[in-house]
Nanobody
Framework: QVQLVESGGGLVQAGGSLRLSCAASGRTFTYYAMGWFRQAPGKEREFVGTIDWGTGRSSRYYADSVKGRFTISRDNAKNTVYLQMNSLKPEDTAVYYC?????????????????WGQGTQVTVSS
């Protein structure tokens, strides 16, 4: 069982930055690919980015809508994954969720993730 807790959401002006954190419980954090998804009101939950499992320099993948603006990183010693969001736009407004997939590589689909956090709200004002 893995428990995930997101933090770092808030209100920011367009063009600003936020860093989201997702803290995971358990001693097997390195075995999990960690993904970020978001859900805006009235829309489906969509993929934002993911970082592969492992202890080395894990590969990362992003949705086209955030590529070049968002960066995922993980600190295995702290059981934490981060989502650095720069150049934020009003259309980035959503609840952001982190998720975990055991031994995942390039995990971009919702159904591939087993564990989910409760979400954190990000609001970007114009």
């Amino acid at each position: 069982q893995v428990q995930l807790v997101e933090s770092g959401g808030g209100l920011v002006q367009a063009g600003g930055s936020l860093r989201l954190s997702c803290a995971a419980s358990g001693r097997t954090f390195t075995y999990y690919a960690m993904g970020w998804f978001r859900q805006a009101p009235g829309k489906e939950r969509e993929f934002v980015g993911t970082i592969d499992w492992g202890t080395g320099r894990s590969s990362r993948y992003y949705a086209d809508s955030v590529k070049g603006r968002f960066t995922i990183s993980r600190d295995n010693a702290k059981n934490t994954v981060y989502l650095q969001m720069n150049s934020l736009k009003p259309e980035d407004t959503a609840v952001y969720y982190c998720a975990a997939a055991l031994y995942g590589d390039r995990v971009t689909e919702r159904y591939e993730y087993t564990y989910w956090g409760q979400g954190t709200q990000v609001t970007v004002s114009s």
